[in-house]
């Protein structure tokens, strides 16, 4: 009975353990803090002279680049700390321009042999790195009934023009409603409108001397709707985020009405919110005539609080979805003003009423649909009451000098900021459903730091304490283990780099904590030992028979963690899906370790030799 | 070593009593008390800030009063320089700015935001029970792979240990009012698998035994077992204690109440792996039989 293994199986191991470091290794090099320089533009480029330009403008102000390079994304700027990559965005987005966008990043510095294997760190999650997350639901009521009043205004169109006699439309909790006088006019407006709006499902009833067809959402159509309305949401969300500059955002659904939007690195958490959460669009309409009165007419304030209304047609010209391409500017007079060019259906629509109505006046109309959210006290407990509502306000009225084509400006904004955000929410398109924040965190990046620092120390002296116990209480023994401990660290690093796997403190919590447990494999196959040599077993017997009496216990004992782990991964959201994945992992891995490498490095030391003594 | 024979068995009848007291004890407490669940799971706004000195608590409570923020608790958190501000369910997009802008204003006050946290009641809602949820489907699948990897007697025994185990742990949070949030429910369900590990390799050796020895009875034979594993269970603990120690103190405060649970819950696991488990399998009448289906002679023997 001589403990050895064949040669390949240790060749074998010492693959696995050298690919595991290599790795590991990208862990050891900390990111740069850098600016990341790209353009969404077509007409520019970043090359060689952009980076000369903010190399300059980083020189006259004083601060340190470490290095500036060509990457296939554009230009990256590396700088030697986090305050120096801080103070540099503001002065490099200056020197740029409108036409770039510039971002925080941390760019990695692993060294290129390793980068060109596909070694690099591990992620780090947001309350190691610092920035924000934010939940978003999107309103699916305000979404249907969004639908139904654009349905209200075709179906009152289509029933004027057969000339079938409706009192009214209301839309009530996603139902329309419309009231007839007469039955007569029921049955035609029902069999006209089934033909024409096949989406929905009518039923008809009658209520004092009045008669009423209901149009409700059939489940298929409620479905498209919804479906349709975070597909938009996601689109527009991603665009937004982009324009922000952020680097390696997230913008991501969860269930079936959520988006998770999460970027890394943003300090300027207001500004983030106000432009993922804006809902603000803009309508062109003609001013009312004075003959127009009724339905047809709508009076709205004026935007700049001065208390002057207008009348104005109901009827849109076009809205800010046609918009191709915005950006903002300053008039002859410094004022802010925001360049709008159409695409071709846009324009060529906006020319047609336009030609019609030269002298006119037109107004732009500034909309946001927000949400206002009150708590209210039924049956003593507090439930969350919503209630959408929009925001109209006319921004400019123009007369109109000619007729208007694909491309104007637009003014009487009140701040250089209110046109630029403007500018970029016409770019991103608009939201097709509102959405409201239901989760939001924000974390700063000294605290990000700070969770780091503590992470890496409880690290090292959870290592330390567990190595020293092992090796005062098994000697020779304890050595293996240890060795078998690091390796297990290293071997984890290297499964979270390679999966791409995100490390967060409750992650590197669970690090620590399996640095714990990971020896129980090693205590009981040790245990089992000593027990056989008190027996009296030779230490050669003993060593094999501890090691395979151990093994279905460690099986069975890890398996049924593993999951629980898997479960925790399940339920857990952000932070603790990381404590999740270091968990199982470290199971993983450290079954490979505790068991494989240590009985190795007990092999290639008693393995050849006659029975002795065993110092454990 | 030796192994010791230390008779664990002749004290179940105590033990028994001391288990049943502190479920009662804590299940009186949750229901009395109940737990104080953190922002994760009640929905509301929490903000971090930093300051250069130490604030007065009181004066930074007067200035929110001042401010128009009613309803807030102040804490410190950490440190005496770190503060946290806590408000039930008010919250509009620029409320963390807003805050801070309050706090700064007391003069020459340096603050720094740390973190802002915000989540919606609804939000809160649904993690509560997803963590209910989350909790029950760990345990009914450590049922069935404990039925069906040693025997049904087994998975009653190693589910009841663990609901003892995390009934005291919850009840330790709720009589000692610490907060519970999303990390604790991650270290009571670390607790489900590393408690289960425990009592597994516990079992693992009954069933060895009772293969391997005949002539003994099963309550001799559950007491060697515990005996035998012992070392490795005092062992194990002991590490896993120390890290959660190393964590507890310098782990930072946002992962404090996480290692305060695994510890307290190892403690309670450890003991439960060596007196419940056991103290189960031997009330429910464990027997070889149940492990090793009967040999064929026996049955021909019984035949007349």
């Given amino acids: 009975m001589l403990n050895k293994y064949p040669l390949w199986k240790y060749l074998l191991i010492l693959l696995v353990l050298a690919l595991g470091v290599i790795y590991a290794v990208p862990n050891l090099y900390p990111d740069d803090p850098a600016l990341q320089i790209s353009t969404q533009k077509a007409t520019a480029v970043v090359d060689e002279r952009t980076l000369e330009k903010a190399k300059k403008a980083l020189s006259d102000a004083d601060i340190n680049l470490k290095k500036a390079e060509l990457t296939s994304a554009g230009g990256t700027l590396r700088f030697n700390s986090g305050e120096d990559q801080l103070a540099a965005k503001p002065v490099v987005a200056a020197a740029l321009g409108d036409n770039y966008v510039t971002a925080l990043n941390l760019v990695p510095t692993t060294p290129n042999w390793l980068a060109s294997i596909g ?90 001397s009045d008669y009423y067809l209901d149009a409700g959402f059939t489940e298929a159509s409620r479905k498209s709707i919804e479906s349709y309305a975070i597909q938009q949401n996601l689109t527009t969300l991603r665009n937004r985020v982009n324009e922000l500059g952020v680097a390696e955002p997230l913008v991501q659904r969860q ?52 208390g002057r209304t207008a009348r104005l047609d109901r009827d849109i010209i076009i809205t800010g979805d046609s918009v191709s391409d915005a950006s903002s500017s300053f008039d002859e007079n410094g004022r802010p003003q925001v360049n709008i060019s159409l695409d071709s259906k846009g324009g060529q629509k906006m020319a047609k009423v336009t030609r019609a109505a030269v002298g006119r006046n037109m107004a732009v109309v500034f909309i946001e649909h927000k949400s206002r959210t009150r708590f209210v006290k039924t049956d003593g407990k507090l439930e969350e009451v919503r209630k959408s509502y929009s925001e109209k306000g006319i921004i400019s009225l123009a007369t109109i000098q000619t007729t208007l084509g694909n491309s104007f400006r637009i003014t009487g904004l009140d701040s250089p900021r209110e046109s630029s955000e403007l500018a970029l929410l016409l770019r991103a398109g608009a939201l097709a459903a509102p959405i409201y924040f239901v989760e939001e965190r924000t974390i700063g990046p000294s605290l990000g730091a700070e969770n780091i620092h503590l992470g890496m120390v409880s690290a090292q002296i959870g290592l330390l304490v567990v190595m020293l116990f092992m090796l005062v209480y098994y000697r020779v023994f304890g050595i293996f283990a240890n060795v078998s401990l690091v390796l297990n660290v290293v071997l984890l690093l290297a499964c979270m780099s390679v999966l791409g796997a995100t490390l967060t403190l409750p992650g590197i919590a669970g690090i620590v904590l399996t640095m714990g447990m990971a020896v129980d494999a090693n205590v009981l196959i040790f245990s089992r030992i000593k027990e056989e040599l008190a027996n009296g077993t030779p230490s ?76 454990i | ?26 299940i009186a407490s949750l229901a009395t008390k109940g737990i104080k669940f953190g922002l994760d799971f009640t929905g509301g706004t929490l903000i971090e800030v930093s300051y250069q000195q130490a604030p007065q608590l009181d004066d930074v409570r007067g200035l929110l009063d001042k401010g128009g923020y009613s309803d807030v608790v102040v804490q410190n958190f950490g440190s005496p320089t770190d503060v946290v501000v806590r408000m039930a369910n008010a919250y509009t997009p620029e409320l963390g700015s807003q805050v801070l802008a ?203």
């Fill in chain 2, 102 to 304: 309050t706090l700064e204003d007391s003069g020459n006050v340096s603050v720094s935001l740390k973190r802002s946290e915000f989540v919606g009641a609804q939000v809160g809602e649904e993690l509560r029970e997803q963590g209910g949820l989350g909790m029950l489907l760990a345990l009914l699948i450590v049922m069935i792979y404990v039925a069906v990897r040693f025997q049904f007697k087994f998975s009653v025994a190693s589910v009841v240990a663990l609901i003892h185990d995390v009934t005291i742990t919850l009840g330790f949070f709720s009589l000692f009012g610490y907060e519970f949030d999303l990390t604790v429910l991650a270290a009571i369900l670390a607790l489900i698998g590393y408690s289960l590990n425990d009592t597994i390799v516990v079992c693992d050796r009954i069933r060895e035994n009772f293969r391997i020895l005949r002539d003994i009875k099963p309550y001799d034979l559950i007491n060697l077992s515990i005996n035998q594993t012992l070392g490795r269970t005092i062992i194990t603990s002991l590490t896993t204690l120390f890290t959660l120690f190393v964590l507890f103190f310098y782990g930072g405060e946002s992962i404090h109440n996480f290692a305060l649970a695994l510890l307290f819950g190892i403690l309670i696991g450890t003991y439960s792996s060596i007196f419940v488990a056991a103290n189960l399998l031997l009330t429910m009448k464990v027997t070889r039989e149940d492990l090793i289906p009967a040999p064929k002679e026996q049955l021909e023997d019984e035949l007349p």
């Fill in chain 1, 255 to 306: 269930g079936s009405d959520r988006i998770v939007v999460e970027l890394p690195g943003v300090q300027d958490t207001a500004a983030a919110k106000r432009i993922i959460g804006a809902t603000a669009n803009l309508e062109f309409h003609l001013e009312a005539g004075l003959d127009d009165q009724g339905g047809d007419v709508e009076t709205l304030n004026f935007r700049n609080g001065s």
């Fill in chain 1, 119 to 208: 070694a690099g760190p591990a992620k780090l999650g947001l309350d190691l790195r610092g920035g924000v997350h934010f939940l978003l639901q999107v309103d699916m009521p305000a979404a249907l009934k969004q639908k139904l009043d654009v349905a209200s205004s075709e179906m009152k169109a289509a029933l004027r023009k057969d000339r079938v006699r409706y009192r009214s439309v209301t839309i009530d909790n996603g139902v329309l409603s419309i009231r007839f006088l007469q039955e007569g006019d029921l049955d035609r407006a029902e069999s006209l409108l089934k033909d024409q709006f096949g989406e929905y499902v009518y039923s008809t009833r009658q209520n004092g």
């Fill in chain 1, 540 to 615: 050669h017997q003993a060593i094999h028979s501890g090691f395979n009496r151990a093994f279905t216990t460690i099986f069975d004992a890890n398996i049924t963690t593993l999951l629980v782990a898997v479960i925790l991964f399940a339920v857990g959201t952000g932070s603790v899906k990381g404590f999740a994945v270091t968990l199982s992992l470290g199971i993983l891995t450290s079954m490979f370790t505790a068991i494989v490498v240590t009985r190795a490095q007990v092999n290639l030391v008693y393995g050849g030799r006659p029975n002795k003594k065993l110092y």
């Fill in chain 2, 1 to 26: 070593m030796k192994v010791t024979k230390i008779p664990f068995m002749a004290m179940r009848k105590v033990v028994a009593l001391i288990s049943i007291t502190l479920i009662l004890i804590s």
